[in-house]
Each structure stands twice: as structure tokens, then as C-alpha cells.
């Protein structure tokens, strides 16, 4: 699996206002970038969210999703993976010829060749 990268940083009052529009400043904010450790040879795939893991990366958030790909719940995966790619192009047509339904639950990610 190639992973993300994960930047940690704080709200600003450029970034980060209550429903008021007052800036909130200070708080932390975990932003996590897709596919941050791609490598030259690393295949694409496209990967379900079982409804477990649907319902946790929602409503938990940025912590359920840096680690997804490996979290159980109730001793089951929180995704599966429904089919791979050679390119990333492949996996973006792929994925954009899903219902809109499937498209929320479904994540692209760069994965490393089966051997």
C-alpha cells in the first residue's frame, strides 16, 4: 500500500471560521493528502467501504481516514478492494462510472504490485 501523507497544522483565521463567520484560531486540523507516497511502479485501485467503515470515516473523521486501509471493525476489514488498475487514469474513468451512491463510498488509492 502506498499510503498518505499526513500534515498536522492549525487553524488560522485565513482557514477556519464558526457558522457567525468568526475566525477560530488554534485548532488542530489533521489534513490528509491521497496517495502521498506514490511510487514509479505502484499499480491503482479502487477500494469499498463496507457500511461499518462508511459510517465510521464520517462520523469520526480524519483519524478513521488516515488509517482505513488497515482498520478493523468487528474483526472485518473497512474496505475491501473491488478492482485494479495499471494507471491512475484507468481508476479515475473507472471510478467516475459508478453511481453517484458508490462514488461516496469508494476510495482511489496507489497499491503496490501483487507479487
Given at each position: ?53 462508511l459510517v465510521a470515516y464520517y462520523k469520526i473523521g480524519y483519524e478513521v481516514a ?44 496507489s497499491v503496490r504490485l501483487k507479487k
Amino acid at each position: 500500500m502506498a499510503g498518505q501523507k499526513i500534515v498536522h497544522r492549525y487553524t488560522t483565521e485565513d482557514n477556519y471560521r464558526d457558522e457567525n463567520g468568526k475566525p477560530i484560531t488554534g485548532l488542530p486540523i489533521t489534513e490528509i493528502i491521497e496517495n502521498g507516497n506514490i511510487e514509479p511502479d505502484d499499480e491503482w485501485a479502487l477500494f469499498r467501504l463496507t457500511n461499518d467503515g462508511l459510517v465510521a470515516y464520517y462520523k469520526i473523521g480524519y483519524e478513521v481516514a488516515a488509517c482505513i486501509m488497515s482498520l478493523l471493525i468487528k474483526n472485518q476489514p473497512a474496505v475491501v478492494e473491488v478492482s485494479r488498475f495499471k494507471t491512475k487514469e484507468e481508476a479515475v474513468k473507472a471510478k467516475g462510472e459508478l453511481s453517484p451512491e458508490e462514488q461516496h463510498r469508494t476510495l482511489l488509492r496507489s497499491v503496490r504490485l501483487k507479487k
